[in-house]
Nanobody, 120 residues
Framework: QVQLVESGGGLVQAGGSLRLSCAAS????????MGWYRQAPGKQRELVAA???????NYADSVKGRFTISRDNAKNTVYLQMNSLKPEDTAVYYC??????????????WGQGTQVTVSS
């Protein structure tokens, strides 16, 4: 069984910073894709940032230049450094990972979500 445990959300004023962490634990053979999604009230869940095991990254246009995704492969952990936060960044942020098992099966896992609220 695999779990993704997120931490680091909270309330911050506009212009402030937060750092989210997501640690994967359990029976893991490999992790290729790790990413962060967010979902604001009344909106669809959207990809914020993603990173492969090789370090290639991808960002939503709305966060480019403000957010940085990184990972520690030894710890099976992905981070999201969020700077210059705006009220429109307010959402529940979800960690996502594509985890490979010894059997060869790759399963898509989600964290429980962490609330990020940016006040104006």
């Amino acid at each position: 069984q695999v779990q993704l445990v997120e931490s680091g959300g909270g309330l911050v004023q506009a212009g402030g910073s937060l750092r989210l962490s997501c640690a994967a634990s359990g029976t893991i053979f490999s992790i290729n894709f790790m990413g962060w999604y967010r979902q604001a009230p009344g909106k669809q869940r959207e990809l914020v940032a993603a990173i492969t095991s090789g370090g290639s990254t991808n960002y939503a246009d709305s966060v480019k230049g403000r957010f940085t995704i990184s990972r520690d492969n030894a710890k099976n952990t992905v981070y999201l450094q969020m700077n210059s936060l705006k009220p429109e960044d307010t959402a529940v942020y979800y960690c996502n990972a594509h985890i490979g098992h010894v059997s060869g099966v790759v399963i898509n896992y989600w964290g429980q979500g962490t609330q990020v609220t940016v006040s104006s």
